[in-house]
């Protein structure tokens, strides 16, 4: 990822997955082919599966915002407990879009 060199470009991509609480457990920068000095590409290595809401939605960001993103697969763990962890969260973020969606209602 990353759409133009420049200040806070790295922060803005980390920030998607940090607001969300998706666990990194890799990131690496690599030269463009295209690109003259200092232009890289990130691959980011999250924690979580394409299946995922909370992952979902950190991709769909990062392509509204950065484009040029490439989806390279999604395996599921083989760790179980993972699993819950992730589906606890999903399950705070769906009370969350719950509790947001009262309120707009209440306004209407």
């Given at each position: 990822?990353?759409?133009?060199?420049?200040?806070?470009?790295?922060?803005?991509?980390?920030?998607?997955?940090?607001?969300?609480?998706?666990?990194?457990?890799?990131?690496?920068?690599?030269?463009?082919?295209?690109?003259?000095?200092?232009?890289?590409?990130?691959?980011?290595?999250?924690?979580?599966?394409?299946?995922?809401?909370?992952?979902?939605?950190?991709?769909?960001?990062?392509?509204?915002?950065?484009?040029?993103?490439?989806?390279?697969?999604?395996?599921?763990?083989?760790?179980?407990?993972?699993?819950?962890?992730?589906?606890?969260?999903?399950?705070?973020?769906?009370?969350?879009?719950?509790w947001l969606e009262a309120i707009r209602n209440d306004i209407e």
């Open positions: 990822y990353q759409r133009a060199d420049e200040p806070g470009s790295l922060i803005s991509i980390l920030q998607e997955f940090a607001a969300r609480r998706i666990n990194l457990s890799n990131l690496i920068s690599r030269p463009t082919k295209d690109g003259g000095l200092g232009d890289y590409c990130f691959i980011v290595i999250a924690e979580g599966h394409v299946a995922d809401g909370l992952l979902a939605d950190a991709m769909r960001s990062l392509h509204a915002k950065q484009g040029g993103v490439k989806f390279f697969g999604s395996w599921p763990r083989a760790d179980a407990d993972s699993h819950e962890v992730r589906a606890t969260t999903d399950q705070r973020w769906h009370d969350a879009d719950a």
